[in-house]
């Protein structure tokens, strides 16, 4: 079998050009990449503290069409804690057993974080409308679900509420 056959093999083929078509009406979750997933992580802790899988809940909560793998969320906050921007600490919570690691976006990065909320939510307009619309969004820094594994792009920033 050659590769060419492998790889189809793989891949679930559409019922016909309806099963295209109804892709791009109803367009398929999308993973943040590594700049967006930072950006939604400043939004959050610019409002308060949160812990990891509060971030990943909210976002799908916050944007229905939007989600953020625990591989990126982990380098996103790899990429701020080495850039200082946050720290964490330890919270117990009564219904868990073992403490929870609580996020602290730290003051001297605030204004930093929010010059970017802007060029977010400008991100966030233009491609949610895209979503919703029916129109599969091509917008940097989004990964289709099916390829979610964390990609670096020249020019760009390397790497709940």
Not at 112 to 122: K, S
Request: with cysteine.
């Amino acid at each position: 079998m050659s590769s060419r056959e492998t790889s189809a093999r793989r891949l679930p083929l559409p019922s016909g050009l309806g099963g295209i078509r109804a892709f791009f009406d109803q367009p398929p979750i999308q993973h943040l990449g590594l700049e967006l997933a930072v950006c939604w992580i400043l939004e959050c802790l610019l409002q308060q503290d949160s812990y990891p899988t509060a971030l990943m809940h909210g976002l799908a909560e916050a944007h229905p069409k939007l989600r953020l793998s625990e591989t990126v969320l982990q380098q996103a906050l790899s990429f701020l804690d080495q850039d200082g921007a946050i720290s964490s600490y330890s919270q117990r919570c009564p219904s868990r057993g073992r403490p929870r690691r609580m996020l602290h976006l730290l003051d001297d990065h605030r204004p930093a974080a929010e010059q970017l909320m802007d060029p977010w939510h400008h991100w966030l307009d233009e491609n949610e409308h895209e979503l919703h619309s029916g129109r599969h969004a091509t917008g940097p820094g989004i990964h289709p679900a099916a390829h979610a594994a964390a990609g670096h792009r020249p020019g760009v920033l390397s790497a709940g509420c």
